[in-house]
């Protein structure tokens, strides 16, 4: 299948800064990136939709200011949690989907901890 | 009632065993996803079908549009198929976007 590298892996913040994480499509073009977001034991939460080159779509509920999702490229999108709290702690991960398929890939995730 | 139900939640099985995870929807779908979660979290999609069967290995989905029903089996299971099972529907009513299960906790001890 295809692959979809998510970076980091691992992250320990400061409360008060912020976090960038990275989602790269390595051999297709995502036209289509999705971020989610899973607590512990829970399934994934989808955040947000990202099409390239346009603004996200943010889930009801999701703070569009505090998560900045940017998809200025079809082989990358990112995700900025601004102004971290530790509520923000968890794993994140992203998906991407080329269009016209409806199969999507997973990035590996990250795992957010602020302290 | 979630819009995507997984049973069982949690599955012990010894090595060897067959073992079936099913999954329902009540959604309109285009297609359904079976995806596997190891403990460091990483996604890996196994299968993602809309009828009939898919195998690959020792794995085998089967889903069955008109039940709205979908099972994943796993033959001849190794302690390395532990992981976490989701079924995921990509939704028209969504927008197709995947709604998931809450997940199969599968342990496969040795």
């Known amino acids: 299948g295809a692959v979809v590298s998510q970076h980091p892996s691992r992250v320990i913040c400061k409360s008060g800064t912020s976090v960038k994480i990275e989602c790269r499509s390595l051999?297709?073009?995502?036209?289509?990136m999705f971020w989610y977001r899973q607590f512990p034991k829970k399934s994934l939460m989808l955040m947000a939709t990202?099409?390239?080159?346009?603004?996200?779509?943010?889930e009801q509920g999701v703070e569009k200011d505090k998560f900045l999702i940017n998809h200025a490229s079809l082989t990358l999108s990112t995700l900025t949690v601004t102004s971290a709290h530790p509520e923000d702690s968890s794993f994140y991960i992203c998906?991407?989907?080329?269009?016209?398929?409806?199969?999507?890939?997973f990035g590996q995730g990250t795992r957010l901890t602020v302290v | 009632k979630n819009e995507v139900e997984q049973s069982p939640q949690n599955l012990t099985a010894q090595e060897g065993e067959f073992i079936t995870i099913n999954c329902s929807y009540s959604?309109?779908?285009?297609?359904l996803h079976w995806l596997q979660q190891h403990p460091g979290g990483g996604i890996v999609s196994l299968f993602m079908?809309?009828?009939g069967k898919k195998k690959h290995g020792r794995l085998i989905a089967t889903i069955n549009i008109q039940e709205k029903h979908s099972s994943l089996h796993i033959t001849a299971s190794h302690p390395r198929d532990s992981a976490v099972y989701i079924c995921a529907a990509l939704s028209m009513e969504y927008g197709n976007k995947l709604v998931f299960g809450a997940g199969t906790i599968l342990r496969v001890k040795s």
């Open positions: 998906s991407a989907r080329n269009q016209g398929y409806t199969e999507a890939f």
């Open positions: 051999d297709f073009q995502a036209t289509t």
């Open positions: 990202s099409n390239e080159g346009s603004k996200a779509t943010y």
């Open positions: 079908l809309s009828s």
């Open positions: 959604v309109g779908i285009s297609a």
